[in-house]
């Protein structure tokens, strides 16, 4: 008698392989303790962090840079440096301060001092938690303490604005709703720079702490004009130089030139330049084995991938993590709604997403007659292989000018890349592990 065939599962992909979530997430480590993803899940690298950790430690100001690829892991290294730093006292914040092309050293300046109104409040707040009740006292510049709380007030108004209301006001818009007027920020007409110094040294002198600021997307400046960029770096040279200040700058691969290279003011004040190479395969293999056993629920895991397959597939992606377990991620869940709980070996990883998604992204972005062209070029090659112009004209058939145009196209689009120069010769190489995928290279 025969059996009609089973239903396709429905349920979490990662219950059966006895995991309660996705173990190869793409979101950066998270700092806070109860985070899904926390920093403790963090692999390698240890001697870029004790390199940065050390020199804001050891120095009364400091500016550092952390560049590297896409999907290196520069967000999880930096989250898991401010968990370190934070152990030490330090004062941080949650989400780094953005920058944007034309940005202006005021706009800057004031981004900054949000984040350091931000750094107050929670002062504040753990301080109340921890019932810390402080007597009115004098600093050593005979200010009074008293006279903190109307600086703050004053750094609200000017960057945030606020609310008149009957007669009182409230900051950022808190209290009754009683003919609320709004008065804008005043940001605009002053240079903030005293501000920024003063907003240091309050919050520093709250148990001598050093005060981190995590600034992003540097790569943005970048892309302006070259002299517009380096101006607003001088401009904000003295900024950079505050007392009890340190300076956390994170971009991509390139920046520590493009930036701050562009203008000699500026350069010799950034000591140290961290370029974060791709993690080790035995560093994504330990990776991969402490995200299973951190999301194992009961006695019972089989690995959807093991630790060290998905080492030798990492190898393709030369260090863009973030693309690997994005591959990962997809290749298990669709092959779990027809066999939940069945781990995957590399080769069908491999297989399975070229034929059923990758193959079409690569179509998609350069037409099929390219992507045929690629494929034809790489026929019977593993994905290491690297070629010339005069290779792909004999393998597409077509003229080597028609062949070098076609080069530049792809050079262009970011699907191959140059490996190397050899006299007059150029070799290329797939830009990224998705192109190795989609053409299902041994």
Same mark, same amino acid.
């Given at each position: 008698?025969?059996? &009609?065939?089973?239903?396709?599962?429905?349920?979490s992909?990662?219950?059966?392989?006895g995991?309660?979530?996705?173990?190869?997430f793409?979101?950066?480590?998270?700092? $806070?303790?109860?985070?899904a993803?926390?920093?403790?899940?963090?692999?390698?690298?240890?001697?870029?962090?004790h390199?940065?950790?050390?020199?804001? !430690?050891?120095?009364s100001?400091?500016?550092?840079?952390?560049?590297g690829?896409?999907?290196?892991?520069?967000?999880?290294?930096?989250?898991?440096?401010?968990?370190?730093?934070?152990r030490?006292?330090?004062?941080?914040?949650?989400? &780094?301060?953005?920058?944007?092309?034309?940005?202006?050293?005021?706009?800057f300046?004031?981004?900054? !001092?949000?984040?350091?109104?931000?750094m107050?409040?929670?002062?504040?707040?753990?301080e109340?938690s921890?019932?810390?009740?402080?007597?009115?006292?004098?600093?050593k510049?005979?200010?009074?303490?008293?006279?903190e709380?109307?600086?703050?007030?004053?750094?609200?108004?000017?960057?945030?604005?606020?609310?008149?209301?009957?007669?009182?006001?409230?900051?950022?818009?808190?209290?009754?709703?009683?003919?609320?007027? /709004?008065?804008?920020?005043?940001?605009a007409?002053?240079s903030?720079?005293?501000?920024?110094?003063? $907003?240091?040294?309050?919050?520093?002198?709250?148990?001598?702490?050093?005060?981190?600021?995590?600034?992003n997307?540097?790569e943005?400046?970048?892309?302006?004009?070259?002299k517009?960029?380096?101006a607003?770096?001088?401009?904000?040279?003295?900024?950079?130089?505050?007392?009890?200040?340190?300076?956390?700058?994170?971009?991509?691969?390139?920046?520590?030139?493009?930036?701050?290279? $562009? +203008?000699?003011?500026?350069?010799d004040?950034?000591?140290?330049?961290?370029?974060l190479?791709?993690?080790?395969p035995?560093?994504v293999?330990?990776?991969?084995?402490? /995200?299973?056993?951190?999301l194992?629920?009961?006695?019972r895991l089989?690995p959807?991938v093991?630790? +060290?397959?998905?080492?030798?597939?990492?190898?393709?992606?030369?260090g863009?993590?973030?693309?690997?377990?994005?591959?990962?991620?997809?290749?298990?869940?669709?092959?779990?709604?027809?066999?939940?709980?069945v781990?995957?070996?590399?080769?069908?990883?491999?297989a399975?997403m070229?034929?059923?998604?990758?193959?079409?992204? !690569?179509?998609?972005?350069?037409?099929?007659?390219?992507?045929?062209?690629?494929?034809a070029?790489?026929?019977?090659? &593993?994905?290491t292989?690297?070629?010339r112009?005069?290779?792909?004209?004999?393998?597409?058939?077509?003229?080597?000018?028609s062949a070098?145009?076609?080069?530049?196209?792809?050079?262009?689009?970011?699907v191959?890349?140059?490996?190397?120069?050899?006299?007059?010769?150029?070799?290329?190489?797939?830009?990224?592990?998705?192109?190795?995928?989609?053409?299902?290279?041994?």
């Amino acid at each position: 008698m025969s059996h &009609p065939p089973s239903p396709p599962f429905i349920g979490s992909p990662w219950a059966p392989f006895g995991l309660r979530d996705d173990p190869f997430f793409q979101q950066p480590l998270d700092p $806070a303790t109860d985070a899904a993803h926390p920093v403790t899940l963090f692999v390698g690298r240890t001697h870029e962090l004790h390199t940065v950790a050390n020199q804001i !430690l050891g120095a009364s100001s400091s500016r550092a840079l952390i560049e590297g690829g896409a999907g290196v892991g520069k967000t999880s290294f930096v989250n898991r440096l401010k968990v370190d730093l934070q152990r030490h006292g330090a004062l941080l914040h949650r989400h &780094p301060v953005r920058v944007h092309g034309g940005m202006t050293a005021h706009q800057f300046l004031a981004e900054v !001092l949000k984040v350091l109104l931000q750094m107050r409040a929670s002062v504040l707040a753990s301080e109340a938690s921890g019932a810390i009740r402080k007597v009115t006292r004098r600093m050593k510049d005979d200010v009074p303490v008293d006279d903190e709380g109307i600086f703050w007030r004053r750094i609200g108004r000017l960057i945030q604005g606020e609310d008149s209301i009957a007669g009182g006001v409230s900051i950022m818009g808190s209290g009754a709703e009683r003919e609320r007027i /709004r008065i804008p920020a005043e940001v605009a007409h002053l240079s903030l720079f005293s501000e920024l110094e003063d $907003a240091v040294r309050y919050l520093s002198k709250r148990g001598a702490r050093k005060v981190v600021i995590h600034v992003n997307n540097l790569e943005n400046l970048s892309g302006d004009d070259s002299k517009q960029a380096a101006a607003l770096m001088r401009e904000l040279r003295d900024a950079f130089l505050v007392d009890h200040c340190h300076w956390l700058f994170v971009g991509t691969t390139g920046i520590a030139r493009q930036v701050f290279g $562009a +203008s000699p003011q500026i350069r010799d004040i950034v000591p140290i330049t961290i370029a974060l190479a791709p993690l080790e395969p035995s560093d994504v293999q330990a990776l991969l084995d402490v /995200r299973y056993r951190h999301l194992q629920m009961g006695l019972r895991l089989i690995p959807p991938v093991t630790a +060290s397959d998905g080492a030798r597939l990492y190898a393709r992606y030369r260090g863009e993590l973030r693309g690997f377990l994005r591959l990962l991620s997809q290749s298990v869940q669709r092959r779990s709604i027809g066999e939940p709980g069945v781990a995957l070996p590399a080769e069908t990883v491999v297989a399975e997403m070229a034929e059923v998604y990758y193959a079409s992204v !690569l179509v998609h972005r350069v037409g099929p007659v390219v992507a045929s062209h690629l494929k034809a070029v790489y026929a019977g090659k &593993p994905w290491t292989a690297v070629f010339r112009g005069t290779d792909l004209a004999a393998a597409a058939h077509i003229t080597p000018a028609s062949a070098s145009e076609l080069i530049k196209r792809l050079l262009r689009d970011g699907v191959v890349e140059i490996a190397e120069r050899k006299g007059r010769s150029v070799y290329h190489r797939l830009a990224g592990g998705d192109y190795a995928v989609a053409l299902n290279l041994v």
